[in-house]
């Protein structure tokens, strides 16, 4: 079974940064759009965003377009997510999962792999 490790939470106040990190050890991530979820304490999980595995091509929710930016570094096998100007909403679990597809399928949730998620705190 493929896990996922995210990295890189933690607490932040509102209008701060992170960057969280996703890899997959013994699992070449390299060839799979790789996404990012959240889900808030008593909320469903929702789609945060995706990068597709060669083109690199993005989305995002409408409600961290412009704040949020994933990329990845296939050399390295890890994939990120760049979180800037952070607001108290975005408080939440973050995690990375793979459907194990190149391209993003954004809007899915069913992943193949997932990790165990980073906690993001955001103080007002």
């Known amino acids: 079974q493929v896990q996922l490790v995210e990295s890189g939470g933690g607490l932040v106040q509102s209008g701060g940064s992170l960057r969280l990190s996703c890899t997959a050890p013994g699992f070449n991530l390299d060839y799979y759009a790789i996404y990012w979820f959240r889900q808030a304490p008593g909320e469903e999980r929702e789609g945060v965003a995706c990068i597709s595995s060669m083109s690199g091509q993005s989305y995002y929710a409408d409600s961290v377009k412009g704040r949020f930016t994933a990329s990845r570094d296939n050399a390295e096998n890890m994939a990120y997510l760049q979180m800037k100007s952070l607001k108290p909403e975005d408080t939440a679990n973050y995690y990375c999962?793979?459907?194990?597809?190149?391209?993003?399928?954004?809007?899915?949730?069913?992943?193949?792999?997932w990790g165990k998620g980073t906690l993001v705190t955001v103080s007002a």
């Open positions: 999962g793979t459907d194990i597809v190149s391209n993003c399928r954004f809007g899915t949730t069913r992943m193949d792999f």
